[in-house]
């Protein structure tokens, strides 16, 4: 397979998990939350420029819903230094821990896994601000691995447990009735 054909198949892969995931967050949305075709908050844990072309699929075809007031100061986050891309951060973690049943932060954390998934550069760096924003986003180690066993899911790794946690269950439901299946029935 060429890699243009791979790039096509990815991306369509990454644009199928996005609309699961923001149909689940749409049921909950109103005037304070903005959709944005980027996912601007992938640019706190990561470099954007020196992702690979299978991450910045991730990147470009993620948009994060959240909220307008910050989609809008941090626009440009990833361009900015670094103490823009902190106070982005802490903004960002005040605002994600008022959602009661973690849905922001438990896709954030996901596309921050898939990309970590698909681009090993740094990989032991990015992965501590993962864990980093894991933990000040109060999602729980379990919930962590739960979302790490998402990503197996999605790239078919026989590896792959089924998703016991049902906070992290129900975040992503639509998503998990179209892989789980495709794993553990063969």
């Known amino acids: 397979m060429s890699n243009d054909m791979r790039m096509?198949?990815?991306e369509t892969l990454i644009k199928d998990l996005e609309e699961k995931l923001r149909h689940r967050l749409f049921k909950k949305t109103n005037s304070f939350f903005r959709f944005n075709k980027k996912n601007l908050a992938l640019a706190l844990i990561y470099d954007i420029s020196e992702m690979n072309d299978f991450a910045k699929v991730i990147y470009e075809n993620t948009g994060y819903l959240f909220a307008q007031e910050w989609t809008e100061k941090y626009s440009a986050l990833g361009e900015e230094n670094n103490r823009v891309k902190m106070n982005a951060g802490k903004e960002?973690?005040?605002?994600?821990?008022?959602?009661?049943?973690?849905r922001y932060a438990h896709k954030f954390?996901?596309?921050?896994?898939?990309?970590?998934a698909v681009d090993d550069k740094n990989k032991e760096?990015?992965?501590?601000?993962?864990?980093?924003?894991?933990?000040?986003?109060?999602?729980?180690d379990s919930?962590?691995?739960?979302l790490v066993n998402i990503v197996k899911l999605v790239f078919q790794?026989?590896?792959?447990?089924?998703?016991?946690n049902a906070n992290v269950r129900s975040t992503f439901d639509e998503l998990l009735k179209k892989y789980e299946p495709a794993v553990f029935h063969r």
Do not use: G, H, P
């Open 157 to 164: 790794d026989n590896s792959a447990k089924k998703v016991s």
């Open 8 to 10: 096509i198949k990815f």
């Open 92 to 102: 960002f973690v005040r605002i994600a821990r008022n959602d009661t049943d973690q």
């Open 143 to 146: 919930e962590v691995m739960e």
């Open 109 to 116: 954390l996901f596309w921050a896994l898939m990309v970590l």
């Open 125 to 140: 760096e990015y992965l501590s601000l993962i864990c980093d924003y894991a933990r000040m986003l109060n999602v729980s």
